[in-house]
Structure formats: structure tokens, C-alpha cells
């Protein structure tokens, strides 16, 4: 699932909540809430998430991160 990936790659990268919303412009909350599918993952928030954890999108949908 999109969303357990973004947990995954975010531990991979070294990264907190707090980092990722930084880089993200996103707030805490929301990285939260977007990690713990409790709100909606448009197209504009997993460009930034992707930027931001220097993946491609399409690793956001991988059951499996490389």
C-alpha cells in the first residue's frame, strides 16, 4: 500500500516526520495522517513526496522499495 511505502522509504532515507514535512512543505500532521491513511494522497503531494525522498512516484507504489 502507498502509504505503508512512504513510512518505508522515509525510515530508509534516515528521515523524521518533521524532516519529510520540511522538505515536503508539508505539515507534521499531514505526514502523518498521510502515512496513517487517514487522509486522501492527490498527484501534487506525491510529486512532493517523491522529490523529496528522491524516488520516482512509481517506488511510492512498489510493495517492495529498493
Excluded: P
Aim: charge should be positive; glycine fraction near 4%.
Amino acid at each position: 500500500m502507498i502509504k505503508n511505502n512512504i513510512a518505508k522509504i522515509r525510515s530508509k532515507k534516515g528521515y523524521s516526520i518533521r524532516k519529510l514535512a520540511m522538505k515536503t512543505g508539508m505539515s507534521k500532521s499531514m505526514i502523518f495522517r498521510l502515512e496513517n491513511s487517514q487522509t486522501s494522497l492527490d498527484l501534487k503531494r506525491l510529486e512532493k513526496l517523491a522529490i523529496a525522498l528522491d524516488c520516482r512516484i512509481t517506488d511510492l507504489f512498489d510493495s517492495e522499495y529498493k
